[in-house]
C-alpha cells in the first residue's frame, strides 16, 4: 500500500517477509553504524530514532535494553530510495542491493561493543 502523500513518497510495508526492523535511539544508531562499517546495512531515520534492516525472524535474536523490533504483523513506513533528507523518514545510509540487510550477529556483536 502506497501512501498518498506526493511529498513524502513513503510505502506502508509489512515487515516480516523481506527483513525485519530493528529500531533505536538516534544516539545508539549513530554509535551502531560507526561500529559496523562495512558490515552495516541501509539505515532509516525516523524522527529520533534509527532504524535497521535485518534478516526476517532473527528480532528475537537481539535482546538489548533500548530497541525494539518490528517483525511479522508490524508494519513501517518506508520511505523511496532517493529520500536522503527529512522532513519525514528518510535514508540516512545506503549500500549495494546485496548488502541492505544488516547481519543480527554483526548487530549484535556491535551492540555488545558500543553499550559495555
Known sequence: MT???PR???TLTAAGHKWD????????????IAALDFRCGDV????????????PGT??????PGV???GRGRHLLI????????????WVRQVPRERRITSV????????????
Do not use: C, K, W
Not at 526492523?21 to 551502531?32: C, D, F, M, N, Y
Not at 548487530?107 to 561493543?113: G, S, T
Open 105 to 116: 550477529v554483526a548487530l549484535n556483536v556491535a551492540l555488545l561493543e558500543v553499550t559495555l
Open 59 to 64: 528480532g528475537d535474536f537481539v535482546t538489548a
Open 3 to 5: 501512501i498518498l502523500e
Open 21 to 32: 526492523a530493528l529500531r533505536v535511539s538516534a544516539p545508539l544508531g549513530e554509535q551502531l
Open 68 to 70: 525494539a523490533v518490528y
Open 44 to 55: 532509516m531515520r525516523d524522527g529520533h530514532t534509527r532504524l535497521f534492516l535485518i534478516p
Open 79 to 90: 520511505p523511496a530510495m532517493d529520500l536522503t533528507v527529512p522532513p519525514g523518514p528518510h
Open 8 to 10: 513524502m513518497r513513503l
